[in-house]
């Protein structure tokens, strides 16, 4: 299945992508993990990328779209993926498209998760990531068995630096203006499902997957 997560930073759309990668042995595609092992890595993307992302701004097409094809070539995405955080504008969305119909394959479904401004704002303040796996915690809601290290690969948890409250907020100004188009362009395309983010992360895949027809 080829399937798009949609969504606010913080909506959820990491968590639930990974819990969806056995059901659909599909790979979770997300456009911000590739492009903080890029800055991780100092490549020529990364170093480029990173001032675009500390202050809540889109990274520019130019960088981001080469990214995603070459990773969308990779074999274990032949027959389905799970894009987190891509597309996020009309263009980017209009070239996966291309990209897909030269492989003549198209997207079977576009889940969007709504979560209101308020909860999100609390989401990403407390959220810890781990630096080795990509894991995600919340110092309130679901915090690590021992304080800064990652229950499934003892990495290190951190504070993204885009997770700060302001910059969080200028991300969902960004969200607004340029990725909330595309919920008219894939419900004119008739793939769009939208659900509510509200709830246990169980309760939001079993959401997902009635809403994307996965049993
Ligand atoms: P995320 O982890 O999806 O919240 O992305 C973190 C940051 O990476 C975003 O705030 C952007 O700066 C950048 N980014 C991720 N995906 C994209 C994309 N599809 N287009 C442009 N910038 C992106």
Redesign the pocket.
């Known amino acids: 299945m080829r399937l798009v997560l949609l969504g606010p930073?913080?909506a959820g759309?990491?968590t639930q992508a990974r819990m969806l990668q056995d059901k659909l042995q599909a790979p979770q595609v997300?456009?911000?993990?590739?492009?903080?092992a890029a800055v991780r890595n100092q490549t020529v993307l990364g170093l480029q990328?990173k001032a675009?992302?500390?202050?809540?701004?889109?990274?520019?097409?130019e960088?981001?779209l080469g990214m995603?094809e070459e990773r969308l070539n990779q074999p274990d995405a032949d027959s389905g993926f799970i894009l987190?955080?891509?597309?996020?504008?009309v263009a980017?969305a209009e070239v996966l498209g291309q990209i897909l119909a030269g492989r003549n394959e198209r997207l079977d479904k576009v889940v969007a998760i709504t979560v209101p401004d308020e909860e999100i704002v609390k989401r990403i303040s407390g959220r810890r990531t781990c630096r080795s796996c990509g894991a995600m915690y919340h110092m309130s809601y679901e915090p690590p068995r021992k304080t800064g290290v990652c229950n499934d690969c003892g990495g290190e948890l951190y504070q993204?630096d885009?997770d700060a409250e302001n910059t969080v907020r200028s991300?969902l100004q960004?969200y607004a203006s340029a990725t909330k188009p595309l919920l008219d362009y894939y419900g004119n395309a008739g793939i769009l499902a939208q659900i509510d983010g509200i709830g246990r992360p169980e309760e939001i895949e079993r959401r997902i997957r009635s809403a994307a027809g996965i049993d």
Do not use: E
């Not at 997300?30 to 903080?36: F, K, N, T």
């Not at 675009?52 to 097409?61: E, I, N």
């Open positions: 930073p913080g759309k990491g997300a456009s911000g993990d590739l492009l903080r990328a675009f992302m500390d202050s809540g701004a889109l990274v520019p097409d960088l981001v995603i987190d955080g891509f597309p996020r504008t980017q993204r885009d991300r960004v």
